[in-house]
């Protein structure tokens, strides 16, 4: 079955620090791969995606992932976490050919951020 | 600008009774979708729509029902059949097909007392 782990259910980091979220796939073929974010009580919003080509994808908030076919791992970093950082972060893969209506999420990263 | 809307933000039923809850678009999207979001849980595909009077069910349709009578609205009603309706419920768009990239609305606290 198609599914998508996230190891780590809260971390906490120092404002400044660095941050690496892990994400895991299980996909039969390399899925169209996404991270989320969410403030409390709030929607989710785009951070990245992958879709093909380059390997290391920049999306907003100064966030970065790196896919690696040979892990199924799609993990999100970030060189410096400011405190506005602290929220849910939920990695999500989607079928890349064919009938591809799903999107699978994993069960979140909750982000602390100590000052 | 565009976007998805929920209305209304927080939603109180006594148990037992149905309630609908509101999801509209303005980004000319065909598909929608609607998830329940639990603590801990991630979230859970309720029901979606690739395109207007077509939807399917998803991982969770039980004691739920839906309509998609114009391209831009996608209601969700929670029945009383619903056995644990108190959630967060989140709805999405996307273009059909595609890449599948999921925009989402701002999401619904519904408390059954």
């Known amino acids: 079955a198609q599914s998508v782990t996230q190891p780590d259910i809260h971390i906490t980091v120092s404002e400044g620090a660095s941050l690496e979220l892990r994400c895991n796939y299980s996909?039969?073929?390399?899925?169209?791969l996404f991270w989320y974010v969410q403030s409390p009580g709030q929607g989710l919003q785009l951070l990245l995606k992958?879709?093909?080509?380059?390997?290391l994808v920049q999306g907003i908030k100064g966030f970065e992932a790196e896919f690696k076919r040979s892990q199924s791992s799609f993990n999100l970093r970030k060189p410096s976490v400011h405190w506005s950082d602290a929220a849910e972060y939920f990695c999500?893969?989607?079928?890349?050919?064919?009938?591809?209506?799903?999107?699978?999420f994993g069960k979140g990263t909750l982000l602390t951020v100590n000052p | 600008d565009g976007g998805i809307t929920q209305s209304p933000k927080y939603l109180f039923r006594k148990e037992g009774q149905n309630v609908t809850l509101s999801c509209e678009q303005n980004?000319?999207?065909?598909?929608m979708y609607w998830y329940r979001q639990d603590p801990g849980q991630g979230l859970r595909l309720i029901y979606y729509?690739?395109?207007?009077?077509?939807?399917q069910k998803g991982d969770i349709a039980e004691g739920y029902s839906v309509s998609r009578e114009k391209k831009e609205s996608f209601p969700l009603t929670v029945t009383s059949a619903q056995k644990n309706p108190t959630a967060f419920y989140l709805c999405?768009?996307?273009?059909?097909?595609?890449?599948?990239?999921?925009?989402f609305g701002p999401g619904t606290r519904l408390t059954v007392l």
């Open positions: 996909y039969g073929a390399t899925p169209y």
């Open positions: 980004l000319n999207h065909d598909a």
């Open positions: 999500a893969a989607s079928n890349s050919g064919g009938s591809n209506y799903k999107l699978t």
């Open positions: 992958y879709f093909s080509g380059d390997t």
């Open positions: 999405a768009s996307s273009t059909r097909g595609g890449t599948n990239e999921q925009f």
């Open positions: 729509s690739q395109i207007v009077n077509d939807f």
